[in-house]
């Protein structure tokens, strides 16, 4: 097997065109190369995909389930080549490649299990005298294009979060991934296309930050997950021409740790929750605030922990590393400059705190005696590094865990659920974890999304990862045939009475009003 993909997807430019190269972070390899498509080609892409659509949504969703569940056949039998570009073009260990399997296999499963109940028309009571007769739906019907725009750090599962349920959906879907990390995706698209005969409406554009641009000058509605300066500025684009958009954001996720809690769950939560995918991840555990009674034994053990943690780009299939490189340049220096301002500003390093002298690498990094005047408290860090900060009542902890600009997920530790709960709900985040971390975005019945500068909507997660990528329609029917309305014309006392009547009895509260006997206002 190979790292260069094959084929791009058949819905691309042609391949004499200007080409990206995609490198393995880890060693600097050449992993494979996708076409970077101008705006010209996104839109023939645009064109291409909006002609298929109505084919696929006639399908009806057991239909469009078939192809899904299809497409999800094709991913595991070729579990190896896919993956192995994910470990490859990411720079990641295989356990962390590995672990995007399952988030195929959720959402897939979950759309294609509950599509038919998301999709069908939706009966509503009648309310009041105007809905006498009247029959109540609410109609769905899906944009015809969806733009799913995704980032670099999950190649294959970011993706997958999205387009299953724009799918799902009747939808077709004009997909971008990021120029780093192409290659999984291009040829999970390739495989949808050209493998398992589905009707073509989906497309993947590759290609750099103008492509991204183009493709939400092309769609109905975008989807995009990423940076909170790159989502404001495509949300102010969507507004501007009137489509919706749905943005999950950056996340400075607290985890907040309480005397009473399980010491030992909260270390190894703290170590995956922040460390997983050498902290590239939107919800990971980004700074960790631990009460007076429980904080030296806490910092003690969580060191011991980190320090058993492995390093490095395992061979395909190996499992023996933890985590992988960091994906960019640019990542590796924003680590690097809040382990910095952290120093600077009196923070000590326990362990770790220096990049590898070779690849990407940079090792797993906790920080104590920090503050919010650090960047590492304050800005998000998406890399290996856990800031330790004490408090002493519970006031206080959630009053540090909201000192931030964003709030997509955390988590609370402590021995009683119900209190966990409690002070769970006091935290402005979109997702909230109780003993756990991370846990919440893996199941997929609930909503995802972030709050304040974290996101704009949910992701995915219940009906609505399905249904948001429909426009609702009213539609109202008549029960029995009357030659008309009694409040249409022409306007009559008579008539005009016998509405008011009906007015009062139905809609007012007490008898003296209901039956016109109300006290006349005072003059």
């Known amino acids: 097997m190979t790292g260069k993909l094959q084929r791009v997807p058949s819905v691309a430019a042609e391949d004499n065109g200007p080409r990206l190269e995609v490198h393995n972070p880890a060693n600097g390899l050449v992993v494979g190369t996708v076409p970077n498509l101008s705006a010209d080609d996104v839109a023939k892409m645009a064109a291409e995909l909006r002609a298929a659509q109505p084919e696929w949504e006639e399908l009806g969703p057991h239909g469009r389930a078939r192809h899904l569940l299809n497409w999800l056949d094709w991913v595991v039998d070729n579990e190896d080549h896919l993956f192995g570009l994910v470990h490859r073009e990411a720079g990641k260990s295989w356990g962390d490649a590995a672990l995007e399997l399952m988030v195929c296999m959720e959402m897939i499963n979950f759309v294609t299990k509950n599509g038919a109940a998301f ?47 724009a799918l799902m959906a009747g939808a077709a879907v004009l997909s971008k991934p990021s120029e780093v990390t192409p290659l999984a995706w291009a040829e999970a698209v390739r495989a949808w296309n050209e493998e398992i005969g589905a009707p073509r409406v989906l497309g993947c554009a590759t290609g750099a930050g103008d492509t991204g641009r183009a493709v939400v000058e092309e769609v109905d509605y975008i989807q995009f997950t990423g940076s909170t300066k790159t989502g404001r500025a495509i949300g102010v684009r969507a507004a501007e021409r009137l489509i919706p958009a749905s943005l999950e954001l950056g996340g400075k996720d607290a985890m907040v740790v309480f005397d009473d809690a399980d010491v030992d769950r909260a270390v190894a939560g703290a170590v995956w929750g922040g460390f997983f995918n050498a902290g590239q991840s939107c919800i990971a555990v980004e700074r960790v605030y631990v009460q007076d009674g429980l904080y030296q034994q806490f910092v003690d053990k969580l060191v011991a922990e980190v320090e058993k943690l492995r390093v490095g780009h395992d061979a395909q299939g190996e499992f023996s590393a933890d985590y992988g490189a960091m994906a960019t340049d640019n990542q590796m220096a924003i680590v690097e400059g809040q382990v910095a301002d952290a120093r600077d500003k009196g923070a000590r390093v326990l362990t770790g705190g220096k990049r590898s002298e070779r690849g990407l690498f940079y090792p797993p990094t906790v920080l104590v005696d920090v503050d919010h005047t650090m960047s590492c408290m304050r800005d998000e860090t998406f890399g290996p590094l856990l800031p ?44 909230m974890n109780v003993n756990n971390a991370l846990a919440n975005v893996f199941q997929i019945p609930l909503p995802m999304g972030g709050w304040k500068q974290s996101g704009l909507g949910h992701r995915f997660g219940g009906p609505n990862m399905v249904q948001k990528y429909m426009k609702q329609q009213a539609m109202v029917t008549e029960r029995l045939r009357l030659k008309g309305e009694i409040y249409w014309y022409p306007y009559v006392l008579k008539k005009s009475r016998a509405v008011d009547r009906v007015l009062r009895l139905t809609g007012l509260h007490d008898w003296r009003r209901r039956l016109g006997r109300a006290p006349k206002p005072s003059s």
């Open 119 to 165: 999709v069908k028309d939706e009966s509503r009571r009648i309310h009041g005298p105007a809905s006498f007769n009247k029959r109540l739906l609410v109609h769905r019907k899906p944009y015809q294009l969806v733009g799913v725009i995704t980032p670099w750090n999950y190649p294959l599962g970011m993706p997958m979060m999205d387009v299953p349920g």
């Open 388 to 431: 330790v900060m004490r408090f002493s009542t519970a006031d206080e902890a959630i009053d540090l865990a909201n000192d931030s600009p964003y709030g997509l997920s955390g988590s609370v530790w402590t021995a009683s659920v119900e209190r966990g709960r409690q002070l769970g709900n006091r935290i402005d985040t979109g997702g």
